[in-house]
């Protein structure tokens, strides 16, 4: 037992001072380590696209700064990290160097939720977390529309948040909307496009059929869609879905057709 006991202390004390040691080896070898090469990994870079491996690429280029071939400690990984956190595209950007010797940087895409095109300058998009991006004319997800009366400046406003600014109160508005009707298997498959004026009254156009209906303010929606959707469940299929122009639904407690 007590041969044992001196076994396992022996054992401990190489395993603890191999501990200790590795890391001082990892500094020594790193230290005069030369990078081997550039790993990108863009998350859902097969469903967005909204920046490449090229992009990445062209922009750690635009540094001027040599990442192949040079010492690991000679490179500048906070400088790079600040060129690629530049595509407002990636909520999330990160470079470093990993066991591998390589430069490796991760980047995770916004998703969008909504494409917002206003009367005067706009077309761009909405993310999960109400960030602005600029709309890509390559590529156009499947989103709902919001087609809103308002001045904008998407330069301006790219990669900031609709909720720090009271030009954007509408947006907010209309955002909120959108991401109940996608949160609702009924409502995303019913609502197409969506537009709001100045005073932020919404009109949505659904899919099935051929009317719009006035939702007005956005307040109190969720009561007001619950009224549509039993209206379009009971009455619709009796009437007939081309039946009427407009179905209002803006007065509390009340849908009201016109008819074509």
């Not at 920046?51 to 790079?80: F, Y």
Request: negative net charge; charged residues 25%; hydrophobic residues 40%.
């Amino acid at each position: 037992e007590d041969q044992m006991n001196l076994l396992m202390k022996i054992l401990t004390i190489i395993v603890g001072a191999a501990m200790l040691l590795t890391p001082l080896f990892i500094r020594t070898m790193t230290a005069d380590a030369v990078c081997e090469g550039v790993v990108i990994t863009i998350s859902d870079s097969s469903k967005h696209r909204f920046v490449t491996d090229e992009d990445i690429m062209n922009a750690l280029r635009a540094t001027g700064i040599r990442v192949t071939g040079q010492k690991i400690s000679d490179i500048p990984l906070t400088k790079l990290e600040e060129k690629i956190k530049a595509f407002t595209e990636l909520k999330v950007a990160e470079v470093y160097i990993s066991e591998d010797r390589k430069l490796h940087v991760y980047g995770d895409q916004r998703e969008p939720v909504m494409r917002v095109v206003a009367s005067y300058g706009g077309d761009f998009f909405i993310d999960r977390e109400g960030v602005i991006m600029r709309r890509h004319n390559l590529y156009t997800p499947n989103l709902h529309v919001l087609e809103i009366d308002m001045v904008f400046n998407t330069e301006q406003m790219n990669g900031t948040s609709i909720y720090d600014s009271e030009k954007t109160e509408n947006l907010v508005k209309a955002f909120e909307l959108v991401n109940y009707i996608r949160s609702d298997s009924f409502w995303d498959e019913m609502i197409d496009q969506l537009s709001m004026t100045r005073d932020g009254r919404v009109t949505l156009i659904p899919r099935v059929g051929n009317h719009t209906v006035r939702l007005g303010k956005v307040e109190n929606y969720e009561e007001k869609l619950h009224n549509l959707e039993v209206f379009y469940r009971q009455a619709m299929p009796v009437a007939g879905w081309d039946r009427y122009r407009v179905v209002n639904i803006e007065y509390m407690g009340q849908v009201v057709c016109q008819r074509r």
